[in-house]
């Protein structure tokens, strides 16, 4: 859900408190949506995140910052030059807007001492951060340019007046008086749906707000007057103010409960709010000791979720593309290659033009003659070039034959090659289906670079920077034997042919792109046939046919695998195995622990 405008008047409340006369330290930015302001105050260093991301615009304090890169722009330029050094005297949001506003004094070109108000308008798609002096409101620089193409009603470019969104003509939650607010409720809720009656006309509130005071007061979300018949309009408007006014003496006392919703197994927030939500009841919660510490924990775990899932969506698109490239390509090899297995067909018209030179004269087009290569002995017409002599047509097919055969070993390789290529990225879809976090999707992206098949600027090479691979899985048997499993082909690399050692058992599904698989041994102790069983197990869940049943999974032991030179991530050969068929069984899952 997005920040909305009580929130915003909540965080303002507590901002205030940590950085109203602290200083400017440093600005920056670390993306074309995200702005970094480091404050000093009463000797202790705040860091402001703000960021004005379509999906997850907000503001707040952090405690740690993702990694990331400094980008320099005009715009964080800007910033530094007026802002730096420059001292927080105020900070406010007008009328519970999404909109909050900085006031900052500083010294100007000429050195003397004026005000300026960075803006943050924190509205979704709609969001921006603006610049503008303190005493005539002209805008410095705005962090997006909003031009009269984009909106009529206002523009965002140096040199034009701020000016404000459009009023919305909403009520304000703090001064509506009871009487207004029933009025109000009488008025609309005989045609419209209460909650969004309430989100359209009370000021600053959200989705889950407006449903939030329906909850307390009873009231059905989708519901009007007509829909409620056991009791009259008067019984409902009265409980309506008394779960508004809950909710409205909440923010007067600032008595702030900054709580996460999260989904039913606990695992991510899927809401959030910065007092006490009761209509959750059921669900897990959990609670913060600020508002900026609930939108840190919230937004992290959102940013990341959204980061996995459009990594997930472009890695998925790059392999797609090249499988059905590669599926196209090797189609038209097969059919190349079946018209070339009819080289032989030339050196049979050779020789029976050369059986046949002692009838031949130069000129003729065609010849006639007994097919002693067929069991039936037919007569067959074999068209000839009447510009050459018998003999010359006789070697022409010799020709085509001899560079027919050259050519179907050729197109052979050449149809291997691309069976080889689509199995290796059969094996990168896999992986990329059984990721579970960026630093799994990360490594699947440096395969794909290292492999070619997404192109990159070359950039200079940090000298702290340290190429790393994820470790493997690591799972224990029943019988307490480590069995460890390969993520993606980086991790299948590194575990086989680096973590294994020779005498450790190797598994893999039959020719079908999977995970491998090690099956820990222990010095002169064979591992039991539970163990072997359950690695053949892992290994078939791990793979592209986990949903099938007697999947073949080949085992031998690590030194009889070797990785071909040249070959791709993850590809290996391996002799001396045996062969166990297994089906996936979730209940015998569950005997072998994950660990780690």
């Not at 670390?30 to 302001?37: A, N, P």
């Not at 749906?193 to 939030?212: C, T, V």
């Not at 059986?355 to 039936?376: D, F, H, M, T, W």
């Not at 689509?422 to 992206?445: F, M, Q």
Request: hydrophobic share 35%.
């Amino acid at each position: 859900m997005p920040l909305d405008g009580i929130s915003m008047h909540a965080l303002k409340d507590e901002l205030q408190k940590t950085l109203v006369n602290g200083r400017i330290s440093q600005i920056y930015q670390t993306s074309r949506y995200e702005l970094i302001i480091n404050i000093r105050n009463a000797w202790e260093n705040f860091t402001l995140l703000s960021s004005i991301h379509p999906r997850s615009s907000r503001i707040h304090l952090v405690s740690n910052l993702p990694e990331s890169s400094i980008e320099s722009s005009p715009f964080s330029m800007l910033l530094c030059k007026h802002l730096e050094r420059g001292k927080i005297l105020n900070i406010e949001v007008p009328d519970f807007e999404r909109i909050i506003k900085f006031h900052i004094e500083s010294y100007d070109n000429f050195g003397r001492i004026s005000e300026k108000i960075l803006i943050f308008e924190i509205m979704g798609r709609r969001s921006n951060i603006i610049l503008i002096n303190g005493d005539d409101g002209i805008i410095l620089d705005g962090m997006i340019h909003i031009t009269s193409g984009v909106n009529r009603y206002r523009q965002i470019l140096p040199g034009l007046r701020y000016l404000p969104p459009p009023p919305l003509n909403k009520k304000d939650p703090l001064t509506i008086t009871e009487e207004e607010f029933k009025n109000l409720m009488a008025l609309g809720l005989n045609t419209s749906k209460a909650a969004s009656f309430l989100l359209d006309n009370i000021q600053g509130i959200s989705p889950l707000l407006s449903r939030e005071i329906l909850f307390r007061s009873d009231f059905k979300v989708d519901s009007t007057f007509e829909d409620l018949e056991e009791h009259s309009p008067d019984h409902w408007l009265e409980r309506l103010w008394n779960g508004f006014s809950t909710i409205t003496y909440t923010i007067k006392k600032g008595t702030n409960n900054p709580t996460m919703i999260l989904d039913e197994e606990g695992r991510e927030g899927v809401e959030f709010s910065v007092f006490h939500i009761k209509q959750f009841s059921q669900r897990p919660k959990k609670h913060f000791e600020t508002i900026s510490e609930l939108l840190e924990a919230f937004y992290t775990e959102k940013v990341i979720r959204e980061k996995f899932e459009e990594e997930t969506i472009n890695l998925n698109r790059i392999v797609e593309s090249n499988l059905t490239r590669c599926t196209r390509r090797l189609s038209a090899q097969k059919l190349e290659a079946k018209e070339a297995r009819n080289f032989d067909e030339y050196r049979i018209k050779g020789e029976l033009i050369t059986a046949n030179l002692y009838r031949l004269k130069r000129g003729e087009s065609q010849v006639k003659a007994i097919n002693y290569y067929s069991p039936i002995q037919e007569e067959v017409t074999i068209k000839i070039d009447p510009a050459l002599s018998p003999t010359e047509n006789a070697q022409r097919f010799f020709k085509k034959y001899t560079r027919a055969k050259r050519g179907l070993a050729i197109i052979e390789d050449r149809t291997r090659s691309t069976m080889e290529e689509i199995d290796y990225l059969e094996s990168v879809k896999l992986g990329i289906e059984e990721a579970e976090t960026l630093d799994h999707l990360k490594e699947i992206h440096d395969e794909l670079v290292e492999a070619g098949y997404i192109q990159v600027k070359k950039k200079k090479k940090d000298q702290n920077h340290k190429e790393y691979t994820q470790q493997p899985m690591a799972f224990r048997s029943s019988d307490d034997t480590d069995i460890l499993v390969g993520k993606n082909n980086r991790q299948n690399d590194l575990l086989t042919m680096k973590m294994a050692s020779p005498e450790d058992y190797w598994f893999h599904v039959k020719e079908i792109p999977g995970s491998h698989v090690i099956l820990r041994t222990r010095a002169g102790v064979e591992p039991s046939h539970d163990a072997i069983y359950e690695a053949a197990m892992l290994a078939a869940y791990f793979s592209k046919a986990r949903n099938s049943t007697n999947i073949p999974v080949d085992y031998t032991r690590r030194k009889n695998v070797r990785k071909p030179s040249g070959s791709k991530p993850g590809m290996v050969i391996y002799d001396k195995y045996n062969t166990i068929f297994v089906t996936p069984d979730p209940e015998m899952l569950k005997k072998v622990s994950k660990e780690g």
